[in-house]
C-alpha cells in the first residue's frame, strides 16, 4: 500500500468508526424499529438477527426524513454506495467484477428492450429481476429514472436483506435465484455433480467445493470467469477455431460482414463481455487452476479444463455451420425480414426471441440453450446435461434446420 491509500484507509476506517459511533448513541430500539415492528415484523426480526443490528439501526441505510406514515415517500433506498460508507473493501472488489456490469447488457440493446413490456424489463419481472445490478447512485432512486418501480440493489442478492448474513451467503444456494434454467444452468449442473453431491451430504467437512469456492476465492467479490457467459475469446490460437469464431462475431454483431469491428465491439468492451487480451483470459484461467489444485493434482485439472475447453471449439463448430445457414436464406432473399439490417447478411444473434421465422427461432434456442449447456456442465462436471441438453440437442437442431431450409427454398422454387 503506497503512503496516500494508507492515509485515505485510516480516514475510511475513522469515518466509518465514527458513524458507527453515533448510530450507538441511539437509543434502541430505535423508533423506526419500534413502528415497524407493528408495520412489519418480519423485517424487524430479520433485522435483529442480524450482526448490524448490533451496531446500527434502521436509518443508517433509509435516512431519517421518513418518521411516519404519512412520509413515506421519503424513506431513503440504499444502493452500493450506502454499504461502501462502511465496507470500502467488498465494494471495491464487488465494482471490479461482472456483477457490477449486469445492467449493461440490457440497457445497451435498446432495441430489444424496448420490445418488451415495461413490467418485464423497469418492473423485474423479467430480464431485470436478475440484470438489474450496478446501480451506485442513491438519487437515482427516487428519480426518474427508477419512476416505474424503484427497488432493487446487488449486496442483497447474496445477502438477503435485512439478515445481511455472511454464512447465507457461503451457502450455494444463495447463487441459485439467478445462476439457474435455460441459459445458466450452473446450480443444477453443480448440484447434480460429485462436487454437488460431495458437498450437500456433508456440508460441515465441506469436501466438495462450492461456487463460492470456486468463483469467489477468499471471499473476493470480484467474479469474473476466463469464457464468461458467450465464451469468446481473443485472441485464438487454433486457425480451425478461429474461423468459426468469426461466424459467430458476424452474427453478434461484434464484426461486420467483412470482418470488420463494428460500433457494437465498444458495448462488448465496456460490459467486459469478452476477455480481449490472451494475459485477461490466462490470469482468470491460472486463478481457477489455483483453485483446483486445492484438492487436485495440477494435471488431472488442467486435462479436465482442457477437454471443457474442447468442448466449446465442437459446439462453435455446429453453431457456425447454423448461423452459415440462415446467413445463406438472408442473402438468397428466401428471408425477407431480416433481424437487423447491420449484420446482414448475418441474422442477428442479440435479437433473441424476437425473430420472424421458425429456423431463426431454433437458431436462437441452439445458441443460447443447447450451445450454452454443452460447455457450461462441461466445466461444472455435469456430463448429463453436456450430452443430452447441450451437445445432442445441437446435432439434432442443426438437421431440423437444414430440412427447413430445404423447404423454404423449395417454396420459393430455388434448389438447395
Ligand atoms: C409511525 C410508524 C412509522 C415510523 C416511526 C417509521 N415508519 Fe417506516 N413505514 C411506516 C409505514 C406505515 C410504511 C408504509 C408501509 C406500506 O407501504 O404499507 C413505512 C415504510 C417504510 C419503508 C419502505 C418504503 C418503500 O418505499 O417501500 C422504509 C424503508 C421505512 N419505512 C423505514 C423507516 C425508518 C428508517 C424509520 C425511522 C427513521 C421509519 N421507517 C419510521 C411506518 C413507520
Ligand atoms: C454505518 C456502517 C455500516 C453500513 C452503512 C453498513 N454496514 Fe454492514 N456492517 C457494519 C459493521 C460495523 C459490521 C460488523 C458487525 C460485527 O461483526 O459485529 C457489519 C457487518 C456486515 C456483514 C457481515 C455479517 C455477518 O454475518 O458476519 C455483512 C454481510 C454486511 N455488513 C453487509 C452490509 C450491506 C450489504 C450494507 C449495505 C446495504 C451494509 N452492510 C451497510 C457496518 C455497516
Ligand atoms: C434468472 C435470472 C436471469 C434472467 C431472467 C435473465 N438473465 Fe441474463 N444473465 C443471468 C446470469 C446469471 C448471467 C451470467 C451467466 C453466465 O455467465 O453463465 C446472465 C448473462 C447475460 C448476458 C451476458 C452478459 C455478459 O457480460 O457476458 C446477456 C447479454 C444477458 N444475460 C441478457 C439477458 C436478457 C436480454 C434477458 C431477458 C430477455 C436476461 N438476460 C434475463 C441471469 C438472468
Ligand atoms: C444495512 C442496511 C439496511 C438496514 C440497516 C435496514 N435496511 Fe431496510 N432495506 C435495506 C435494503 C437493501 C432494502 C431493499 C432496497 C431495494 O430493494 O431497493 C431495504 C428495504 C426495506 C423496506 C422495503 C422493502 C420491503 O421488503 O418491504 C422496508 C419496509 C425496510 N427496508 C425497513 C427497514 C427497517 C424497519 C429497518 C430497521 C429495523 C431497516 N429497514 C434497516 C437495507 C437496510
Ligand atoms: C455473489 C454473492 C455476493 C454478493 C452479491 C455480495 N456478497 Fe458479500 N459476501 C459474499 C460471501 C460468499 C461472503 C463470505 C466471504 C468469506 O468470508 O469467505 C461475503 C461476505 C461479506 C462481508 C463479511 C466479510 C467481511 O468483509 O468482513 C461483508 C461486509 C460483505 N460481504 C459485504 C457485501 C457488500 C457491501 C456487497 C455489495 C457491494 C456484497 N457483500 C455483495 C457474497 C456476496
Ligand atoms: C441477482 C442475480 C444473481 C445472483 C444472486 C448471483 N449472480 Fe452471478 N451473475 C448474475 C448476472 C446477471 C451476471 C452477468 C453479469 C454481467 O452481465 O456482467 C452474473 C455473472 C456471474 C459470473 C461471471 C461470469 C462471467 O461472465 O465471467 C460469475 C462467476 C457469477 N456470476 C457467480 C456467482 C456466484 C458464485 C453467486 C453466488 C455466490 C452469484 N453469481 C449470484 C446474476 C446473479
Ligand atoms: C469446482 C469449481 C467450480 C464450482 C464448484 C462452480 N464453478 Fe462455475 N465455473 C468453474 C469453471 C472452471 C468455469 C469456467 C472457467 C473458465 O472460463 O475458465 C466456470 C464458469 C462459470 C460461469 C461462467 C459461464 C460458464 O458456466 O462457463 C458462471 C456464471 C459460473 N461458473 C457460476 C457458478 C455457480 C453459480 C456455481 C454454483 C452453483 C458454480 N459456478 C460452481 C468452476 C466451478
Ligand atoms: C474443495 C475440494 C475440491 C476442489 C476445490 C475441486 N474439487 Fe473436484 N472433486 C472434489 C471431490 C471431493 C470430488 C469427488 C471425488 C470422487 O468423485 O470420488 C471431486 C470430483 C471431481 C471430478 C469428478 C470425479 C473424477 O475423478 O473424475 C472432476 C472432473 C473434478 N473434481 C474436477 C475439478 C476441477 C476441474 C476443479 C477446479 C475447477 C475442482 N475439481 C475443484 C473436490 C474438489
Redesign the pocket.
Known amino acids: 500500500m503506497k503512503k496516500g491509500e494508507l492515509w485515505l484507509s485510516l480516514l475510511i476506517c475513522m469515518a466509518c468508526i465514527a458513524a458507527v459511533g453515533v448510530l450507538q448513541a441511539q437509543a434502541r430500539p430505535s423508533a423506526c424499529e419500534t413502528c415497524h415492528a407493528k408495520i412489519t415484523p418480519g423485517i424487524v426480526k430479520d433485522f435483529n438477527r442480524g450482526k448490524m443490528s448490533k451496531v446500527l439501526t434502521c436509518i443508517a441505510c433509509h435516512g431519517k426524513s421518513h418518521v411516519s406514515e404519512k412520509d413515506v415517500a421519503k424513506a431513503k433506498l440504499p444502493t452500493i454506495s450506502t454499504c461502501k460508507k462502511c465496507h470500502p473493501e467488498r465494494v471495491k472488489e464487488y465494482m471490479g467484477g461482472?456483477?457490477a456490469?449486469?445492467l449493461?447488457?440490457i440497457t445497451a440493446f435498446p432495441g430489444f428492450a424496448h420490445q418488451q413490456p415495461q413490467a418485464f424489463i423497469a418492473g423485474q419481472k423479467g430480464c431485470n429481476g436478475?440484470?438489474n445490478?450496478g446501480v451506485t447512485d442513491e438519487s437515482v432512486l427516487n428519480s426518474k429514472v427508477r419512476k416505474y418501480y424503484r427497488y432493487g440493489m446487488d449486496c442483497q442478492?447474496?445477502h438477503t436483506r435485512h439478515a445481511f448474513s455472511k454464512e447465507e451467503?457461503l451457502q450455494p444456494e444463495?447463487?441459485n435465484?439467478?445462476?439457474t434454467g435455460f441459459d445458466h444452468a450452473q446450480w443444477e449442473m453443480w448440484f447434480h455433480s460429485k462436487h454437488g453431491a460431495a458437498y450437500v451430504t456433508d456440508r460441515k467437512a465441506h469436501r466438495g467445493p462450492t461456487?463460492?469456492d470456486c468463483?469467489?476465492p477468499d471471499g473476493k467479490h470480484g467474479?469474473?470467469?476466463a469464457w464468461?457467459?458467450l465464451a469468446l475469446r481473443l485472441p485464438e490460437a487454433d486457425k480451425e477455431w478461429m474461423g468459426y469464431r468469426v461466424t459467430i462475431l458476424k452474427a453478434l454483431g461484434v464484426l461486420d460482414a467483412n470482418g470488420k469491428p463494428t460500433k457494437r465491439l465498444d458495448v462488448v468492451k465496456k460490459?467486459n463481455m469478452v476477455r480481449l487480451t490472451k494475459a485477461s483470459w490466462d490470469a482468470q484461467r491460472a486463478k481457477m487452476e489455483a483453485v483446483c489444485q486445492k484438492c487436485h493434482s495440477a494435471t488431472f485439472a488442467k486435462e479436465n479444463l482442457k477437454n471443457a475447453d474442447q468442448m466449446i471449439k465442437a459446439s462453435d463448430k455446429i453453431l457456425s455451420q447454423a448461423i452459415d445457414l440462415v446467413a445463406g436464406l438472408y442473402k438468397d432473399g428466401i428471408i425477407k425480414k431480416k433481424t437487423n439490417q447491420a449484420t446482414f447478411p448475418y441474422p442477428d444473434l442479440l435479437t433473441f426471441y424476437e425473430v420472424n421465422t421458425t429456423i431463426e427461432q431454433k437458431l436462437y434456442e441452439m445458441f443460447m440453450d443447447y450451445r450454452m449447456k454443452t460447455y457450461q456442465a462441461a466445466f461444472h462436471i455435469m456430463p448429463d446435461y453436456t450430452t443430452w441438453y447441450g451437445y445432442a440437442k445441437m446435432k439434432q437442431t442443426l438437421v431440423e434446420m437444414k430440412e427447413l431450409a430445404r423447404n423454404m427454398r423449395a417454396a420459393a422454387g430455388q434448389k438447395s
Open positions: 461482472k456483477h456490469l449486469g449493461l447488457p436478475c440484470h445490478l442478492n447474496c451467503a444463495a447463487c435465484s439467478c445462476h461456487c463460492q468463483h469467489m467474479v469474473m470467469t464468461g457467459f460490459a
